[in-house]
């Protein structure tokens, strides 16, 4: 089977590409923007947050190894969904909880998936995840890119970065790429 895409806004996009990078079945993840109005942004373009743009990350998977859902699964349980424009420190529409659709399946599977954590009270408030078609994806700026295997330990990594990955490890322990695991 061919390989699919996918994009998650998820706070910093440092840390949504560590996580991602470290999935089964997923390849070549990129940080950039989305949803915005500005072609070819910056990233201090888009810090200003004037841009429209979030900072996401697009992927490519195989659904032979990690299914979309799981992948949503993955996105909801590492960043904190009910939180509106901001993720930690990181506050602005830049930072907001946003998932862009590829097809019309990936549109039905991300409201479902809000759905039945919402029906299941899986957060203590209300989700706020976007559920919006994809639009022009602009790459970052190469030292984006990468940003964690490169950079680990840079505080914000350390301090920031690192807990996610470990929260990933706790809950998705099967679905870690296996020369990940020690």
């Known amino acids: ?25 997923v390849s ?5 923007y989305m949803g915005g109005a500005s072609p ?10 004037d841009t429209g743009h979030a900072e996401v990350i697009q992927l490519d998977f195989d659904p032979e190894v990690v299914t979309y859902e799981e992948l949503l699964l993955i996105f909801f349980k590492t960043h904190s969904p009910t939180s509106l424009n901001r993720q930690g420190n990181d506050v602005g ?12 399946e990936q549109k039905v599977a991300a409201e479902k998936m809000i759905d039945e954590l919402t ?3 899986v957060f203590d408030k209300p989700i706020v995840t976007e559920v919006s078609p994809a639009t022009d994806f602009y790459r970052a700026e190469n030292y984006h890119q990468n940003y ?14 690192q807990p996610k990955l ?4 706790e809950n998705f322990k099967e679905k870690i790429k296996p020369e990940l695991m020690n």
């Open 148 to 161: 964690y295997n490169e950079n680990s330990s840079k505080p914000y990594c350390m301090f920031v970065i």
């Open 93 to 104: 529409t830049q930072y907001r909880s946003v998932i862009f659709y590829h097809t019309p």
């Open 40 to 49: 070819n942004p910056s990233y201090m373009e888009v810090c200003s947050g």
């Open 28 to 32: 070549n993840v990129v940080s950039g």
């Open 1 to 25: 089977m061919a390989l699919q895409q996918a994009t998650f806004g998820a706070g910093c996009f440092w840390c949504t590409e560590a996580v991602f990078q470290a999935v089964q079945g």
């Open 166 to 169: 470990s929260k990933f490890a």
């Open 119 to 121: 029906r299941e009270m």
